[in-house]
Structures are given as structure tokens and as C-alpha cells.
């Protein structure tokens, strides 16, 4: 069955899934963190090259101040767990480092290193903003500008096209994930939170994207 080189993760419904829970809305994020482990092992299992997670992004921060320390923690943590799991994987963490909302934590992995031994390229976004993301562009507007050339002055310049998105908790939007990565990617909708995922999730998800006919615009 042919598979997709880069995936990227949405993974929503954390906090409607607490609430679902009894629990309140911060303590959610906690429970998403082995999901993102166990995905990152069955991607790797699957023969996967990339594999994004969304985070969190700038506009997440406006959210009341418990819920945005919560998920800071929960990202740190996940980061953690996939070095603390002798997870082998070329580790990248994006997202607007000077902003207060950037766990310091990760500072170290904002360029591209290895895990465990290197492996899949594994990529945090971590207080990212599509904005912020594309500033960086400006300078090489020029007509005669090459697509690499483009693709370089993103702040995101790492991270490869992204052949299929995920995302959990039934939302149908991109919430501003990698927009020039994204820009032929296939788009796939699982109503389950993401903290009831369950690895026939990303088997529906595979399936599906391989009876997709990828043109790429061509």
C-alpha cells in the first residue's frame, strides 16, 4: 500500500474531552501526551519519513492563564517522553522563540538534531504562528525568485511538503498549520477527541489517503 512520506497531526478535542470527563479544561492536555507517543511509534512502524504535531500557536496563548501553563507543560512533556523513550528520531522544535509563551525548555531543538540515534523526523510546533512562520518571505517576493529560494526564507524552511493532514476531535479547519507545507496536502477528519485515540485511527486515516488521486497540481 503506498504511504505518505510527511503526515501532520491536529490533535483537538483535549479540553472537550476533560470536560466530557468531569475534569476541568487544563487537565485535559495531560491526557494527550500517550497518544503522541504511541502515534510517533506506529508511524515509525509504518515506514513514515516525517511526522508533525501541532502543539500549540500564538493565538492559543490568549487562552485563560491556567489552560495556556497546561498546555506549555504538556508540549515540554512530550518532547521529553519521545527522548526519555529512547525514541530514535531527528528532533525539530518551531515556533516563535522570543515570545514569553516559548517553553525554555525546548530552546535546545530549535535546530534540527538527533534522538536515540537519529531516525524519523519528528517536528514540534510550539507557539507557532502562520504569520510569524511567513514574515521571513518578504525579502525574496522578487518574480524571478525560485521556489527553494521562497521556501528558504520560512521560518519553518525545515520541514518537508506535508503529503497528508490528521486531525482529530471533528473540526474540518487547518487552524493555520504550515501553509506553505500544507498547500497539496489531503485533509482527513476523525470525529474521536484526541485523547481517545486508538491506533485504527491512523489505519482509516492511511487507507484512505492511498485510494487519493495525488496529482499535486499537475
Known amino acids: 500500500m503506498r504511504t505518505p512520506k510527511h503526515i501532520a497531526v491536529i490533535p483537538d478535542g483535549n479540553r472537550r474531552w476533560a470536560v466530557s470527563q468531569g475534569l ?22 509504518l515506514g513514515i519519513e516525517e511526522i508533525t504535531f501541532y502543539g500549540f500557536t500564538t493565538d492559543n496563548c490568549k487562552r485563560p492563564a491556567a489552560q495556556v501553563q497546561a498546555f506549555r507543560a504538556a508540549c515540554v512533556e512530550a518532547v521529553q517522553m519521545a527522548c526519555q523513550a529512547a525514541e530514535g528520531a531527528d528532533l525539530l522544535v518551531v515556533g516563535n522563540a522570543k515570545s514569553p509563551c516559548f517553553p525554555p525548555e525546548l530552546m535546545a531543538y530549535r535546530q534540527r538534531q538527533p534522538v536515540a540515534g537519529g ?10 504562528g502562520w504569520e510569524w512562520d511567513l514574515a521571513g ?19 519553518s524552511a525545515d520541514i518537508s511538503r506535508i503529503d497528508l493532514v490528521v486531525r482529530w476531535g ?41 485510494k ?6 499537475g
Request: net charge positive.
Open 24 to 45: 476541568s479544561k487544563e487537565e485535559g492536555y495531560q491526557h494527550g501526551l500517550r497518544p503522541a507517543l504511541e502515534l510517533l511509534r506506529q508511524a515509525k512502524a
Open 119 to 128: 531516525g524519523i523526523r519528528l517536528n514540534f510546533l510550539v507557539n507557532y
Open 137 to 155: 518571505l518578504q525579502q525574496n517576493t522578487k518574480p524571478t525568485a525560485s521556489r527553494q529560494q521562497l521556501y528558504g526564507g520560512l521560518q
Open 170 to 210: 471533528g473540526r474540518r479547519r487547518l487552524s493555520g498549520l504550515l501553509p506553505v507545507q500544507a498547500v497539496y496536502a489531503d485533509f482527513y477528519v476523525l470525529d474521536e477527541l484526541w485523547p481517545d485515540w486508538q491506533p485504527q485511527h491512523l489505519q482509516t486515516a492511511l487507507d484512505w489517503w492511498a
Open 212 to 217: 487519493q488521486d495525488v496529482t499535486l497540481g
